[in-house]
């Protein structure tokens, strides 16, 4: 008589249950093969193991008596196929007898298997995702003492891969905590720069400490103005991305300029660019560090434009202003907001 293989009626639910435990292909772990050698002691059995059962094998977690490079066997061939069909104690006290194993292999050819007992691993959802099982080489019963262990045992081992899930989930969320927690970090850090760009330090600082900035006075200030010598004209002949490129390329070796000198950028308004020495901090000698600043400016557009004339290319010339005195200093507006001065 051949051997059909039995399938469990919740076969697909059962198969998503035993993913969700990542189980198969890990690891030996003491705590399994522990419980796997004292069902051998309590059983008197000089074989058993813990085994998980897919779509096509059986896998042995922990095997006691088992040769080491026995690792699975298939589906096909196992007894365990009709013990996770059921929801107790499979026991067969001789399997060359019973008709549904007596031809499969290991039972009627070497190593001639005879006794099995099997109990299921059946998961808190009710699903049979492996089992439990002890075997001999000689046909025999089990007591009621050893029946009721080895279903307390079976026991242990669900708990124990309920712990392991448990353990894999935890650890899971840590990670995903963690990765969450460097993710917001690096928001954090880019919304700071970000700030960073439109205000000074300390005004940043502040407006993020106290949601608001404090209008302040400075009885001293040094303010520097620029825009380029008809802009209008050269707008007209230039295509708009060279234009525009041509401006974050000046206006960009500006603020490396300012920023050299302790300048701080206040904006651009179209060709036009504005900057202030002794603020947000008052300092001394603040007039000195922006003249500095603006003779360098000079002296880079005159570079520049010795360049574009070899080239035959129109100079891009710039009125340059600097005035010292008493200005407020304040952030306007709530989401496009601007650091920004007023005074004469």
């Known amino acids: 008589m051949s051997y059909t293989i039995p399938i469990p009626e919740n076969e697909d639910e059962r198969l998503k249950i035993l993913a969700e435990y990542n189980i198969m292909d890990t690891a030996p772990e003491m705590v399994f093969d522990e419980i796997t050698e004292l069902a051998a002691?309590?059983?008197?059995?000089?074989?058993?193991?813990?085994?998980?059962?897919?779509?096509?094998?059986?896998?042995f977690k922990s095997k006691y008596g088992f040769p080491d490079d026995l690792i699975e066997t298939p589906r096909d061939v196992a007894v365990c196929a009709t013990t996770i069909c059921q929801n107790d104690l499979l026991l067969v006290p001789d399997l060359s007898q019973d008709e549904r194993f007596s031809n499969l292999p290991g039972i009627n050819s070497e190593p001639n298997l005879r006794f099995y007992a099997g109990m299921p691993l059946i998961t808190p959802s009710g699903h049979a995702v492996g089992s439990i099982c002890t075997v001999d080489f000689e046909s025999r019963e089990l007591s009621g003492n050893q029946q009721e262990a080895i279903r307390r045992l079976s026991h242990q081992v669900v708990t124990q891969l309920e712990l392991r899930r448990t353990v894999i989930e935890m650890d899971q969320a840590i990670k995903g905590r963690d990765q969450l927690h460097e993710q917001l970090s690096?928001?954090?850090?880019?919304?700071?720069?970000?700030?960073?760009?439109?205000?000074?330090?300390?005004?940043?600082?502040?407006?993020?400490e106290t949601e608001k900035v404090e209008p302040r006075f400075y009885s001293s200030v040094s303010i520097m103005f620029g825009d380029f010598c008809g802009f209008t004209k050269l707008a007209e002949e230039m295509e708009p991305k060279t234009l525009i490129d041509l401006l974050n390329q000046y206006f960009c070796a500006f603020d490396k300029i300012v920023s050299n000198h302790s300048v701080e950028k206040l904006k651009t308004i179209g060709d036009a660019y504005m900057c202030a020495s002794g603020l947000p901090a008052e300092s001394r000698g603040h007039a000195i560090r922006m003249c500095l600043a603006a003779l360098e400016i000079q002296h880079y557009l005159g570079r520049a434009n010795e360049q574009r004339e070899k080239m035959r290319m129109q100079r891009w010339d710039m009125r340059i202003g600097v005035h010292t005195g008493p200005v407020i200093a304040g952030v306007v507006g709530e989401r496009k907001f601007s650091y920004d001065i007023w005074g004469d």
């Open 186 to 208: 690096a928001e954090k850090a880019r919304s700071d720069d970000l700030l960073l760009n439109i205000l000074p330090v300390n005004v940043a600082t502040e407006l993020k």
């Open 41 to 59: 002691e309590i059983l008197q059995c000089p074989i058993s193991f813990i085994q998980f059962m897919n779509e096509d094998r059986q896998w």
